[in-house]
């Protein structure tokens, strides 16, 4: 019978592969910088320092490209408390550690080069945007407390469908500059899921059963992250309106590409649950 192992064994266990995965991250990442892409000449003072208040003309930007900016936005503030969730599981060892600050400062940058963006070409209304910002930054990133497998497991899914929108929204055309820094984000999104893919394999070769329950548990149970728009409207709904994101390329672009990664449909070490993990799953097979 499988032996179970516990958050902090799993932690030890892992650690090494987490800091090879963590070196090989820094190596490939882009050293790309938000000022370099925020239009500074297109910006000028608001009414406060003697300028002109946002007006809806002002934008430029069709509403899909809006719409997935502001989520970006909004998604990548609610760093600290991913932070949180992260500390609270990954805390005491170098290698997370280390990691839980890479990932989230990476999140922050994505935040900084969307904000800037947007409030320099006055693409939103700038009010209405710190207005939900700070409604969603007091609410905080609304999940239970989860357990290391899940973590890995769940990140490795939400970073593979941040990068599925991203990309959607690029190839609808429009403005550049605004494409230039989706592509920016849409590689760190594909470089961090690609992190997490890596600790869910050698996890697998630790505790089989343990990963395979995971994984099932994370796909079943995963919804994007809903924000709530300076519009009101569901976010979700929104994305699926605008082509970027829905719940069939959910599965065909993120589940299906996931699970072939990690072989999940053609392993032999699994055990009875692991097993049982795997049938729910049989339709993405």
């Not at 502001?70 to 805390?91: C, K, M, S």
């Not at 357990?147 to 899914?157: G, N, Q, T």
């Not at 494409?179 to 899921?193: E, N, P, S, V, W």
Request: aromatic letters at 8%; a negative charge; glycine letters at 6%.
């Amino acid at each position: 019978m499988p032996t179970f192992m516990t958050d902090g064994d799993l932690l030890l266990r892992l650690e090494p592969a987490v800091e090879e995965n963590l070196t090989r991250h820094i190596a490939e990442s882009d050293d790309w910088h938000p000022h370099d892409f925020a239009p500074w000449d297109e910006g000028r003072n608001f009414a406060f320092l003697g300028g002109e208040d946002w007006s809806p003309e002002q934008s430029h930007l069709s509403d899909v490209e809006i719409l997935s900016a502001t989520v970006g936005v909004l998604v990548a503030d609610n760093l600290p408390a991913y932070h949180r969730e992260l500390a609270r599981a990954l805390t005491g060892l170098g290698a997370w550690w280390k990691w839980t600050g890479r990932w989230t400062s990476e999140e922050n940058r994505q935040a900084i080069v969307l904000r800037d963006y947007l409030v320099l070409t006055r693409a939103v209304d700038p009010v209405a945007l710190e207005r939900v910002r700070m409604e969603e930054m007091t609410k905080g990133y609304d999940a239970p407390s989860l357990h290391v497998l899940d973590i890995i497991a769940h990140f490795a899914i939400d970073e593979t469908a941040a990068a599925l929108r991203n990309t959607n929204t690029i190839a609808l055309g429009g403005d550049e500059v605004l494409a230039k820094i989706l592509t920016k984000i849409a590689a760190d999104d594909t470089r961090q899921a690609s992190f997490y893919v890596n600790i869910v394999n050698e996890a697998f070769g630790v505790a089989p059963d343990q990963m395979a329950r995971a994984i099932a548990d994370r796909v079943l149970g995963y919804a994007i992250p809903v924000v709530d728009l300076p519009s009101k409207a569901n976010s979700t709904e929104a994305l699926k309106d605008a082509g970027i994101y829905d719940e069939d390329q959910q599965c065909d672009k993120v589940f299906k590409p996931l699970l072939e990664r990690w072989n999940f449909f053609g392993r032999d070490d699994l055990g009875d649950e692991g097993k049982k993990a795997r049938e729910e799953l049989a339709h993405l097979a």
